[in-house]
């Protein structure tokens, strides 16, 4: 696990440093997500945000989920205190729906799972989120967005920084950054730690580590080689039952994980350029709830678990400029997912274990076309998926711009997407039996945008509809239509439809963005689904998803000082369960409303070898609006963090 990070400081300690940028593509103005190569925003049919690393730190934001928390079309649902199981649901789709990627690296589970709450902001130099279905190009998993968290690297001479912060809830944060570079090697490592004693009376605890690094070499003018690793270990202590009772006093999730990715680049005419990548994604994370006492012997009172899981994904793609304003991109995919569980439960009937080894193959071909043919701009593609289990599987995209005037662009963009199933739903795992025969959950989406710019790009607006249908949904069934059968079927479907509308304005000193969503979701098939206390219910709208959305922020901007940013984002109701009956018993979470204020000030500036003092303090939900974003589990209250960041070097 160590040994690609080792690898990483020998290079970085081995090389004079100072860096350029990517000789291939610079990213300035530019986006990576959902096309094949950096191309600038003005062409690209999807509607992506860009959260700049920068941004987030002059903000005080640490945690990823925060940051994405002012995304419009973005809900995010975490269970709880911090370090609990934290979801996003993307334009209504499921959680399962986005796939997330660091440093091009999917990190999602088999089957689309993914756990935000050990993400950070450290080392991030932005954050690209896609709205919509990208498995035209990505496959699995992309099916109402993507995530994209790009790491930072390094130019001009070595330069560190070491920061430190703490507040409410016992929080006591620590990171060090160093990076640089020169004569073509650039790099950027990173190491944090994050720690809280959490909101419940006790056995709330937690803690988050993370070592990161990326190392970009430019052998010539036309290469680029790039390594990149990401490890992280988290603890998270919980006391809570499933209905959110606090009543356990050891029970602790852990997790694992570990990424890294190689990649080559090589201009090999004017024309034609090549890449290939090798990347894994590997995860380890269980559960530890041992007896809690001598007395501790009624129903199920001991419980461990661990999980081993792999993506590994091999990737070859070629670039060739087919005319002055048209590139076209073909490419061929291996991946290999596995994953091997065990676990074992104590009860008063004796002990029982269950143990599970699963693993496929997936082969794909994919291609794509994007032309700036003036005002119009147009970019299309499609992928063909073979996977061992669910066989062949087709997914395309196809979007377009118009610039109307300089100030005024229009775009739209119509596609497909896949989400495959888990692997637990293909195999038998535990009590459940697999269904071999299970496809791909599927949508059909379409989505009208319009941007305008005003005094001369000092304010931008922006306005999105957009509307998807998510069919073949797989659920689980306790009573399989035949006996002995499997548990797992596509039969359900639902859809949603929305608007985003955002804004933002640069008045000299003060930065101003405010945004809103309007979401509309419904279940247009139940599927095996029948009682008013079931996760899917005919009409009614899909669950942890809110309604509508409001957000504001303004932010003062010191010249060469810091900056003094607020915000507020208003939430509002969804539809939850009450899990603790049986049926569950329908509920609605109410609305809540969120004020963070905070900011960065430099009181020492760093010249002539001295080092940089910034202060930094931050503020969340200080109207203290007691709330959940899942039945039972209640979401901090008023916190306050207070912190320092001192600068070394660099030049």
């Given at each position: 696990?160590?040994?690609?990070?080792?690898?990483?400081?020998?290079?970085?300690?081995?090389?004079?440093?100072?860096?350029?940028?990517?000789?291939?593509?610079?990213?300035?103005?530019?986006?990576?997500?959902?096309?094949?190569?950096?191309?600038e925003?003005?062409?690209?049919?999807?509607?992506?945000?860009?959260?700049?690393?920068?941004?987030?730190?002059?903000?005080?934001?640490?945690?990823?989920?925060?940051?994405?928390?002012?995304?419009?079309?973005?809900?995010?649902?975490?269970?709880?205190?911090?370090?609990?199981?934290?979801?996003?649901?993307?334009?209504?789709?499921?959680?399962?729906?986005?796939?997330?990627?660091?440093?091009?690296?999917?990190?999602?589970?088999?089957?689309?799972?993914?756990?935000?709450?050990?993400?950070?902001?450290?080392?991030?130099?932005?954050?690209?989120?896609?709205?919509?279905?990208?498995?035209?190009?990505?496959?699995?998993?992309?099916?109402?967005?993507?995530?994209?968290?790009?790491?930072?690297?390094?130019?001009?001479?070595?330069?560190?920084?070491?920061?430190?912060?703490?507040?409410?809830?016992?929080?006591?944060?620590?990171?060090?950054?160093?990076?640089?570079?020169?004569?073509?090697?650039?790099?950027?490592?990173?190491?944090?730690?994050?720690?809280?004693?959490?909101?419940?009376?006790f056995?709330?605890?937690?803690?988050?580590?993370?070592?990161?690094?990326?190392?970009?070499?430019?052998?010539?003018?036309?290469?680029?080689?790039?390594?990149?690793?990401?490890?992280?270990?988290?603890?998270?202590?919980?006391?809570?039952?499933?209905?959110?009772?606090?009543?356990d006093?050891?029970?602790?999730?852990?997790?694992?994980?570990?990424?890294?990715?190689?990649?080559?680049?090589?201009?090999?005419?004017?024309?034609?350029r090549?890449?290939?990548?090798?990347?894994?994604?590997?995860?380890?994370?269980?559960?530890?709830?041992?007896?809690?006492?001598?007395?501790?012997?009624?129903?199920?009172?001991?419980?461990?678990?661990?999980?081993?899981?792999?993506?590994?994904r091999?990737?070859?793609?070629?670039?060739?400029?087919?005319?002055?304003?048209?590139?076209?991109?073909?490419?061929?995919?291996?991946?290999?997912?596995?994953?091997?569980?065990?676990?074992?439960?104590?009860?008063?009937?004796g002990?029982?274990?269950?143990?599970?080894?699963?693993?496929?193959?997936?082969?794909?071909?994919?291609?794509?076309?994007?032309?700036?043919?003036?005002?119009?701009?147009?970019?299309?593609?499609?992928?063909l998926?073979?996977?061992?289990?669910?066989?062949?599987?087709?997914?395309?995209?196809?979007?377009?711009?118009?610039?109307?005037?300089?100030?005024?662009?229009?775009?739209?963009?119509?596609?497909?997407?896949?989400?495959?199933?888990?692997?637990?739903?293909?195999?038998?795992?535990?009590?459940?039996?697999?269904?071999?025969?299970?496809?791909?959950?599927?949508?059909?989406?379409?989505?009208?945008?319009?941007?305008?710019?005003?005094?001369?790009?000092?304010?931008?607006?922006?306005?999105?509809?957009?509307?998807?249908?998510?069919?073949d949904?797989?659920q689980?069934?306790?009573?399989?239509?035949?006996?002995?059968?499997?548990?797992?079927?596509?039969?359900?479907?639902?859809n949603?439809?929305?608007?985003?509308?955002?804004?933002?304005?640069?008045?000299?000193?003060?930065?101003?963005?405010?945004?809103?969503?309007?979401?509309?979701?419904?279940?247009?098939?139940?599927?095996?689904?029948?009682?008013p206390?079931?996760?899917?219910?005919?009409?009614?709208?899909?669950?942890?998803?809110?309604?509508?959305?409001?957000?504001?922020?303004?932010?003062?901007?010191?010249?060469?000082?810091?900056?003094?940013?607020?915000?507020?984002?208003?939430?509002?109701?969804?539809?939850?369960?009450?899990?603790?009956?049986?049926?569950?018993?329908?509920?609605?979470?109410?609305?809540?409303?969120?004020?963070?204020?905070?900011?960065?000030?430099?009181?020492?500036?760093?010249?002539?070898?001295?080092?940089?003092?910034?202060?930094?303090?931050?503020?969340?939900?200080?109207?203290?609006d007691?709330?959940?974003?899942?039945?039972?589990?209640?979401?901090?209250?008023?916190?306050?963090?207070?912190?320092?960041?001192v600068?070394?070097?660099?030049?």
């Open positions: 696990m160590r040994s690609p990070f080792v690898v990483l400081a020998a290079l970085a300690i081995a090389s004079p440093v100072s860096a350029r940028q990517d000789p291939v593509y610079p990213l300035d103005g530019l986006v990576v997500t959902g096309v094949p190569q950096p191309t925003r003005a062409l690209v049919g999807y509607q992506v945000s860009i959260l700049s690393g920068v941004e987030l730190r002059e903000r005080g934001v640490v945690r990823l989920v925060d940051a994405l928390r002012g995304v419009p079309g973005v809900a995010v649902v975490e269970g709880g205190s911090f370090g609990s199981v934290t979801s996003v649901f993307m334009r209504g789709g499921e959680s399962d729906y986005v796939q997330v990627l660091v440093d091009g690296v999917p990190v999602n589970e088999p089957g689309g799972a993914y756990d935000f709450s050990g993400l950070t902001t450290d080392n991030v130099e932005r954050i690209e989120v896609l709205r919509g279905p990208a498995s035209a190009l990505y496959g699995s998993d992309a099916i109402a967005g993507v995530i994209h968290v790009i790491t930072r690297g390094g130019s001009g001479g070595p330069s560190g920084t070491i920061s430190g912060r703490g507040g409410t809830f016992g929080a006591r944060d620590l990171a060090a950054e160093v990076r640089g570079g020169s004569g073509g090697v650039s790099y950027g490592f990173s190491v944090s730690e994050t720690r809280t004693d959490g909101i419940l009376d056995n709330n605890e937690f803690r988050n580590r993370v070592l990161s690094g990326v190392v970009r070499f430019s052998p010539d003018e036309r290469s680029l080689i790039s390594v990149s690793t990401r490890l992280g270990r988290r603890d998270f202590h919980y006391p809570t039952d499933g209905s959110g009772n606090v009543v006093r050891n029970a602790l999730n852990f997790a694992n994980d570990f990424t890294y990715a190689l990649s080559l680049a090589r201009r090999v005419t004017d024309r034609v090549i890449e290939l990548a090798v990347s894994s994604h590997e995860g380890e994370n269980g559960t530890d709830d041992t007896q809690d006492g001598p007395a501790d012997t009624l129903g199920f009172y001991a419980f461990t678990s661990l999980n081993a899981l792999q993506r590994t091999a990737r070859a793609q070629s670039h060739v400029r087919l005319g002055e304003a048209t590139v076209g991109t073909v490419g061929l995919e291996v991946s290999n997912q596995s994953l091997r569980s065990f676990s074992e439960s104590q009860s008063e009937f002990p029982s274990t269950g143990r599970a080894d699963m693993e496929r193959w997936n082969r794909a071909a994919f291609g794509h076309v994007g032309a700036d043919l003036g005002r119009f701009g147009v970019n299309a593609g499609a992928r998926e073979d996977n061992e289990r669910f066989g062949g599987s087709a997914t395309w995209h196809l979007g377009a711009t118009l610039t109307l005037t300089p100030a005024t662009r229009l775009r739209g963009t119509v596609g497909t997407g896949i989400k495959e199933p888990t692997l637990s739903e293909h195999y038998s795992a535990g009590f459940a039996a697999g269904n071999p025969d299970l496809e791909p959950e599927r949508s059909r989406s379409w989505e009208i945008g319009a941007e305008h710019e005003l005094l001369s790009g000092a304010v931008t607006l922006a306005a999105s509809w957009f509307a998807q249908r998510f069919h949904l797989i689980y069934t306790f009573s399989p239509p035949e006996p002995g059968g499997p548990n797992y079927f596509n039969v359900a479907e639902a949603a439809r929305g608007f985003e509308a955002e804004g933002q304005a640069t008045l000299g000193a003060i930065r101003l963005a405010a945004d809103a969503t309007w979401l509309d979701t419904e279940v247009v098939d139940a599927g095996f689904a029948s009682g206390g079931d996760t899917f219910v005919a009409g009614q709208r899909l669950l942890r998803r809110p309604g509508h959305t409001l957000g504001a922020s303004l932010t003062y901007v010191l010249p060469a000082r810091g900056s003094l940013p607020v915000s507020t984002r208003r939430i509002g109701d969804r539809d939850d369960r009450d899990f603790s009956t049986f049926p569950a018993t329908p509920v609605t979470l109410a609305a809540y409303t969120l004020l963070s204020a905070g900011g960065e000030v430099t009181v020492i500036e760093g010249a002539g070898g001295r080092p940089a003092v910034t202060l930094t303090v931050r503020g969340e939900n200080l109207l203290d007691a709330h959940q974003e899942a039945f039972g589990f209640a979401r901090p209250g008023r916190a306050l963090y207070v912190g320092a960041r600068g070394l070097g660099g030049s």
